[in-house]
């Protein structure tokens, strides 16, 4: 699902921007404070998302200017500057009428857009966000900012320790390895002081007069217990803005991608086409296995791209006759690497040795990971927290190396196979330590 990034000229400003799909319609999500091209594939449930949306629309994702993939030294910019961007990024990918997908700090962006071009927007969505954060705007009892207070603080105190987590992804506040990979997003999204302007920016925005002046369909949708961004911006927003669907709810977490996702996904797939894919999802206890070749990008540049290709289609043939050979289903390709699934741990394990030996006959190394775990099956596709395991299980091997976790060590137990310890490591984006396991 990774996407190349390429960039559009707004002015003499590079914006980043990835596209992902090709249905019917353009989906142009606008992000929000904080976004990182590269790294928010890593998010938990990011990539799930994305997908979920590229079932029925062509998803556009991109990098506000001043931070992320963008141009990051553009001093302090205006909403009339970034809404530049926005129609740049449309242009770059030839989207005439795009549906305006604006997240947390992203939606008064959005707001300002659709009332300025209603031309060129065909439709308005807006989750978890606000016209205003001014606190004087919403009933006495009902405050506003005390999530983006805490923001604030971090930019100023303890911008990239990661302490924005409990606010962003609440169900991930104590799990120590998702405030490590937190921190990590913070510093590569921006920096302590392009933070800091970037917050106080945020406390000056003010579209309530243009919200209440909407002529695009709109839906929106607030979780009642957001823990960032206030349930009083979005009731303010269903109430003001003409004719829009509002849906809330439940739940803490502030971004779309975690959560209920099919619920949230469901009222936007409803309200763009008019009816609500019903998605049927078992839950399988299914082994992984993820390969990748060693190097590849040095190797390809080495060969050129003729016999590079010839190599590719031999490895790919290799794989594929182990994978079959030991019972096996190919689920993906993506470049140089497989994904497979097994009914049984020592299957999976004695396919990636077999593929790793094989392999050596091209003059290739791979690394390969193998988990087992509880998969979500839609349709002819496995996805859940398992899969995104194996990944990074394979992730931490070294070259020639098959790595299991620990699930997979015990539940192989009398096979014969032997292992070597490889340590206990944090996998990025997944909660917990894993031990790691070598196949001697």
């Known amino acids: 699902m990774r996407p190349k990034t390429n960039y559009a000229k707004s002015g003499d400003i590079d914006i980043a921007y990835q596209v992902v799909g090709d249905g019917p319609l353009d989906i142009l999500v606008v992000p929000g404070f904080i976004s990182h091209l590269d790294l928010q594939w890593e998010m938990l449930g990011f990539e799930d998302w994305v997908r979920r949306l590229a079932s029925f629309g062509r998803v556009i994702l991109f990098d506000k200017r001043g931070g992320g993939l963008s141009d990051r030294d553009v001093g302090d910019s205006t909403l009339e500057e970034r809404m530049d961007d926005l129609r740049a990024v449309m242009d770059a990918v030839g989207s005439a009428r795009p549906v305006i997908f604006g997240v947390s700090e992203g939606g008064p962006l959005s707001v300002l857009c659709a009332a300025t071009y209603p031309e060129r927007v065909q439709a308005l969505v807006l989750c978890s966000t606000f016209a205003t954060a001014n606190d004087d705007a919403y009933p006495a009892d009902a405050k506003m900012t005390p999530g983006l207070d805490h923001m604030r603080y971090a930019a100023e105190e303890a911008w990239g320790d990661g302490t924005t987590v409990r606010y962003i992804s609440p169900s991930l506040a104590d799990v120590p390895a998702a405030a490590e990979f937190t921190g990590r997003f913070e510093r590569a999204a921006l920096s302590p002081r392009a933070a800091q302007r970037q917050l106080s920016w945020i406390y000056d925005i003010d579209v309530r007069a243009v919200a209440s002046a909407l002529h695009v369909p709109t839906l929106i949708m607030h979780r009642t217990d957001d823990a960032l ?98 019972r096996g289903i190919k689920q993906d390709t993506a470049g140089d690497g497989f994904l497979a699934t097994f009914d049984g741990p020592a299957r999976a394990v004695k396919c990636a040795a077999s593929v790793r030996d094989a392999v050596q006959d091209l003059g290739l190394e791979i690394r390969a990971g193998v988990h087992t775990g509880e998969c979500e099956r839609v349709e002819d596709k496995i996805a859940g927290i398992a899969v995104h395991t194996g990944a990074r299980v394979m992730a931490q091997a070294e070259p020639s190396e098959v790595l299991v976790s620990s699930t997979v060590k015990d539940l192989v137990a009398g096979s014969g196979l032997t292992f070597a310890e490889r340590g206990t490591h944090v996998l990025k984006g997944i909660p917990g330590e894993w031990r790691l396991f070598a196949v001697a």
Do not use: K
């Open 229 to 326: 961004v206030s349930i009083v911006g979005g009731r303010w927003l269903g109430t003001h803005v003409p004719d829009a669907r509002y849906v809330e709810l439940p739940g803490n977490e502030h971004l779309p991608w975690q959560g209920d996702v099919e619920r949230l996904v469901g009222e936007v797939q409803e309200f763009l086409t008019g009816s609500r894919a019903v998605v049927e999802t078992e839950r399988v206890l299914a082994t992984v296995l993820f390969t990748d070749i060693v190097g590849s990008t040095e190797r390809a540049v080495s060969l050129g791209d003729r016999a590079w290709s010839d190599l590719l289609g031999r490895h790919h043939g290799v794989v594929r006759e182990q994978i079959q050979r030991h």
